[in-house]
């Protein structure tokens, strides 16, 4: 039988309507767990799910710090233009509280490792450090940083050239090859996550934030 849908034009939608639809329904999605340095090198750690791979030569990625509320671009998205490096880090299901914690919009210069209690690892070729409790970890220098819009929620792409990938031995069988068994967890819509690892969906509802600070 032909499905009957509804059909809506995003422009006339609210914001809220326009994020429920995008963030609802393109699911599930990776989590990326950016560190940055700010051009004074204080560091700075951030969740992104609105991330993805691009393609293999060159190894690229991407994620989307969207404008802020009020316009302003995120510090994630701040550091990296003025710095064009980045690391990505994979998030499981023991790191979710920290990561969510990390998501807190502190202001610029207060230590977002301190808050969510993960631990710094010096990289290999970029300067911000990674993340030491994630088992995945891709360290980045940025190609491009696109802005799409400029109002509030306006979209950002920070494409970035993978340089170097850190993978715990554990997702790595006897011939030096992925077991292609790695069960990070992902976001669905709302508060909903999903555990790759036992199939389940549980919530985290997000740390308090002030108001105007972002939709997402
Ligand atoms: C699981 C999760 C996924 C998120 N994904 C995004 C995203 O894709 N884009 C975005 O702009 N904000 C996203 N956020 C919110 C940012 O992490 C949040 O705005 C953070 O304060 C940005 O930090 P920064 O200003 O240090 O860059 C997400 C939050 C969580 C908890």
């Known amino acids: 039988m032909a499905r009957q849908h509804r059909t809506f ?24 767990f950016v560190s940055t340095l700010s051009e004074k090198g204080i560091p700075n750690l951030a969740p992104f799910s609105y991330f993805m791979v691009g393609g293999i030569r060159p190894p690229s990625l991407m994620f989307c710090p969207v404008l802020n509320m009020d316009g302003q671009p995120k510090d994630s998205l701040k550091n990296v233009e003025k710095t064009s490096e980045f690391v990505v880090n994979l998030v499981t299901r023991q790191m979710s509280e920290g990561m969510n914690a990390a998501s807190y919009p502190y202001p610029e210069g207060e230590d977002e490792w301190d808050a969510s209690g993960f ?20 360290e980045c220098r940025l190609f491009q940083a696109l802005r799409h819009g400029d109002g509030p929620s306006a979209s950002a792409y920070v494409v970035g050239e993978v340089l170097v990938a850190h993978v715990d031995p554990s997702l790595i069988d006897e011939h030096g090859a992925l077991t292609g068994r ?3 967890i992902a976001r669905l819509g709302g508060k909903a996550y999903l555990d ?9 509802a997000r740390p308090n934030r002030p108001a105007g600070s972002s939709l997402d």
Not at 10 to 16: D, H, I
């Open 196 to 204: 790759l690892a036992d199939g389940n969906v549980f919530e985290l």
């Open 182 to 184: 790695f069960e990070p």
């Open 9 to 32: 034009t995003l422009s006339e939608l609210k914001p809220s309507q326009r994020y429920d639809i995008l963030s609802g329904l393109v699911v599930p999605r990776p989590i990326g």
């Open 119 to 138: 631990t710094m690892l010096k990289s290999q070729v970029v300067k911000p450090p990674r993340v030491a409790e994630s088992p995945v970890q891709f």
